[in-house]
């Protein structure tokens, strides 16, 4: 068993209390991230005087010919070391001799994991920004070849008031929007370097921790070594944004689940994100829009655990915190998975434009610009009210829309109806004239449209 602290004890660890210690399993993903790291502390060290410029040149050699011969294949990370630390630094000396000895100088493995989580957490944070931007792209192309597709828009399940498909996509791209800057404030807080933070209370050897953390890409490096160590703070704040960005797709696959549905019939799902039912042929389950909305609690649970594991552990560091990795690192891939299989189906998604607007028209969604109507013509707000639910129980008897009634039969309900009726309550009317920002007038998402072309670039 490969350990760096094997002097104080005078019996080996228990296999079986070794295993559950180890870390290797898991930390071996951030074998970059280590490497990365320990080229930064080595050149800062030599900087400083610490090591001479030959030990520098033969670390830095050794510690590229590992990170080249595990990228291709030639050297397995297995779990006879404990943790990539251990497995990074054995075979430095195993290649190099003594110099690698020299390697751990001023550093502790808690600053070091601290730095590998940031370095690998900072990483993921750029790549799901990065897979959201491309979900928005998809969206904002929906919203611009949709300004007139009509449709209902709901509250309570039940039809509201009319609007555009290019509206309600409109919703999302908000929403996807501020993930996104919740993405940028996690880079921004968490981006900066525990490294030289030793255990807990720094060390003696006169480091430049401001030139380790320019190497390594941060704004500058942590004030106080204790927190540096302690901290996971921006592992929560990961996985509460991706909670938050789960959330949001569920929301998007439970609508695309419902228009799917025969009843609704809004949407057709290709062929490669559906699949078929082994003893009914006539269906097309939705099931990566339901996988989706599934794995959200998935990534609940990993924000729920950490959360649980952090609230009872004093300063420093603790082991408990060992527990950061494996949750994290299957929340993140689920994540990926997911917004990237999401776009995917949206970008070969079907829409059915007329059963759309038929379901705006029959769902009575121009009943308010009706009620407005009759308002505009004199009839108090109450009165008008009262008149066109009136109206509304009459066209479900008869089952036909209020603009496929005939002036006669609305004179019937009302004799305040006038020709010019049938222009205000139509869906282009009902939708066009509501104009200010934010609204689904066309005028008005163009400006929108324009707006979010802006910020993706």
Same mark, same amino acid.
């Given at each position: 068993?490969?350990?760096?602290?094997?002097?104080?004890?005078?019996?080996?660890?228990?296999?079986?209390?070794?295993?559950?210690?180890?870390?290797?399993?898991?930390?071996?993903?951030?074998?970059?991230?280590?490497?990365?790291?320990?080229?930064?502390?080595?050149?800062?060290?030599?900087?400083?005087?610490?090591?001479?410029?030959?030990?520098?040149?033969?670390?830095?050699?050794?510690?590229?010919?590992?990170?080249?011969?595990?990228?291709?294949?030639?050297?397995?990370?297995?779990?006879?070391?404990?943790?990539?630390?251990?497995?990074?630094? *054995?075979?430095?000396?195993?290649?190099? =001799?003594? /110099? %690698?000895?020299? !390697?751990?100088?001023?550093? @502790?493995?808690? +600053?070091?994991?601290?730095?590998?989580?940031?370095?690998?957490?900072?990483?993921?944070?750029?790549?799901?920004?990065?897979?959201?931007?491309?979900?928005?792209?998809?969206?904002?192309?929906?919203?611009?070849?949709?300004?007139?597709?009509?449709?209902?828009?709901?509250?309570?399940?039940?039809?509201?008031?009319?609007?555009?498909?290019?509206?309600?996509?409109?919703?999302?791209?908000?929403?996807?929007?501020?993930?996104?800057?919740?993405?940028?404030?996690?880079?921004?807080?968490?981006?900066?370097?525990?490294?030289?933070?030793?255990?807990?209370?720094?060390?003696?050897?006169?480091?430049?921790? *401001?030139?380790?953390?320019?190497?390594? =890409?941060? /704004? %500058?490096?942590? !004030?106080?070594?204790?927190? @540096?160590?302690? +901290?996971?703070?921006?592992?929560?704040?990961?996985?509460?944004?991706?909670?938050?960005?789960?959330?949001?797709?569920?929301?998007?696959?439970?609508?695309?689940?419902?228009?799917?549905?025969?009843?609704?019939?809004?949407?057709?799902?290709?062929?490669?994100?559906?699949?078929?039912?082994?003893?009914?042929?006539?269906?097309?389950?939705?099931?990566?829009?339901?996988?989706?909305?599934?794995?959200?609690?998935?990534?609940?649970?990993?924000?729920?655990?950490?959360?649980?594991?952090?609230?009872?552990?004093?300063?420093?560091?603790?082991?408990?915190?060992?527990?950061?990795?494996?949750?994290?690192?299957?929340?993140?891939?689920?994540?990926? =998975?997911?917004?990237?299989?999401?776009?995917?189906?949206?970008?070969?998604?079907?829409?059915?434009?007329?059963?759309?607007?038929?379901?705006?028209?029959?769902?009575?969604?121009?009943?308010?610009?009706?009620?407005?109507?009759?308002?505009?013509?004199?009839?108090?707000?109450?009165?008008?009210?009262?008149?066109?639910?009136?109206?509304?129980?009459?066209?479900?008897?008869?089952?036909?829309?209020?603009?496929?009634?005939?002036?006669?039969?609305?004179?019937?309900?009302?004799?305040?109806?006038?020709?010019?009726?049938?222009?205000?309550?139509?869906?282009?009317?009902?939708?066009?004239?509501?104009?200010?920002?934010?609204?689904?007038?066309?005028?008005?998402?163009?400006?929108?449209?324009?707006?979010?072309?802006?910020?993706?670039?």
């Amino acid at each position: 068993m490969a350990q760096l602290w094997g002097g104080r004890f005078t019996k080996e660890t228990d296999k079986l209390v070794y295993n559950f210690n180890a870390s290797i399993s898991f930390d071996q993903k951030f074998y970059v991230q280590d490497i990365e790291g320990s080229m930064a502390h080595v050149k800062m060290l030599a900087k400083q005087g610490i090591l001479t410029e030959d030990e520098k040149n033969q670390i830095l050699a050794g510690l590229e010919g590992i990170l080249k011969d595990v990228n291709e294949g030639r050297l397995e990370i297995t779990d006879e070391y404990e943790d990539i630390h251990s497995f990074v630094e *054995a075979n430095l000396i195993d290649r190099i =001799g003594d /110099a %690698g000895k020299k !390697l751990h100088t001023g550093r @502790s493995r808690n +600053d070091q994991v601290a730095l590998d989580m940031k370095l690998y957490t900072r990483h993921e944070v750029v790549e799901i920004n990065e897979l959201l931007k491309g979900l928005l792209e998809s969206i904002l192309h929906i919203m611009e070849n949709h300004l007139e597709t009509y449709m209902p828009g709901f509250t309570h399940l039940q039809k509201a008031q009319p609007i555009t498909l290019a509206h309600h996509m409109g919703a999302y791209f908000e929403m996807f929007k501020r993930d996104r800057l919740r993405l940028d404030d996690i880079y921004k807080r968490m981006n900066y370097c525990p490294l030289g933070s030793g255990a807990l209370a720094g060390t003696t050897y006169p480091l430049d921790r *401001a030139y380790t953390a320019e190497l390594l =890409g941060f /704004a %500058g490096p942590t !004030l106080n070594s204790m927190d @540096s160590v302690a +901290d996971r703070d921006y592992v929560i704040e990961l996985l509460s944004a991706m909670s938050t960005i789960m959330m949001h797709l569920s929301r998007f696959c439970e609508e695309i689940i419902i228009w799917n549905s025969n009843e609704y019939r809004f949407v057709e799902i290709d062929d490669a994100y559906s699949t078929g039912s082994s003893i009914m042929p006539q269906k097309k389950n939705p099931d990566i829009a339901e996988l989706v909305r599934g794995k959200t609690g998935r990534v609940y649970g990993a924000l729920m655990s950490i959360l649980t594991t952090m609230k009872g552990i004093p300063l420093a560091y603790n082991k408990d915190m060992q527990e950061d990795k494996e949750l994290t690192f299957d929340a993140i891939d689920t994540v990926k =998975g997911c917004i990237a299989l999401f776009d995917g189906m949206l970008k070969t998604l079907k829409f059915n434009e007329d059963v759309m607007k038929v379901s705006a028209m029959k769902g009575f969604t121009n009943a308010t610009d009706a009620a407005d109507y009759l308002v505009n013509h004199g009839v108090p707000f109450r009165d008008a009210h009262g008149i066109i639910g009136r109206l509304v129980l009459y066209c479900i008897e008869k089952d036909k829309a209020i603009d496929e009634l005939s002036l006669s039969e609305l004179q019937e309900i009302s004799p305040v109806f006038g020709e010019d009726i049938f222009d205000a309550v139509s869906l282009e009317t009902c939708v066009n004239k509501r104009m200010t920002i934010g609204a689904p007038g066309p005028d008005a998402m163009r400006e929108v449209i324009a707006l979010h072309k802006e910020y993706l670039k």
